[in-house]
């Protein structure tokens, strides 16, 4: 059993920046991709960002390409999202999420997930 605690949220303006963390229990964290999704009430979670086990490949939604950056140092069992440029639309819980396969297929490949984060961009 994995358990992933995020950190990092809270409320921004506009063009702000923000990390997020993400700490992981599991000695074998760095056999996992690690990822992060996000969800506003009525919506399905969505993907944001998936990093590999190495950290050698990156994947982003089209909505933050550019402007967010996912990073991992598996010596911590740490996943981080490098928030920039925010904007209202990026208004939501961000969830972290491991999986023994990749993330960017969309929520139901996560094998476990953090608690949640809320980030509140404000215009």
């Known amino acids: 059993q994995v358990q992933l605690v995020e950190s990092g949220g809270g409320l921004v303006q506009s063009g702000d920046s923000l990390r997020l963390s993400c700490a992981a229990s599991?000695?074998?964290?760095?056999?996992?991709?690690m990822g992060w999704f996000r969800q506003v009430p009525g919506k399905e979670r969505e993907f944001v960002a998936e990093i590999s086990r190495t950290g050698g490949t990156l994947y982003y939604a089209a909505s933050v390409n550019g402007r967010f950056t996912i990073s991992r140092d598996n010596a911590k069992n740490t996943v981080y999202l490098q928030m920039n440029s925010l904007k209202p639309e990026d208004t939501a819980v961000y969830y972290c999420a491991a999986a023994k396969g990749p993330l960017r297929v969309g929520a139901l490949g996560a094998d476990y997930w953090g608690q949640g984060t809320q980030v509140t961009v404000s215009s």
């Open positions: 599991e000695r074998s964290f760095s056999t996992y991709y």
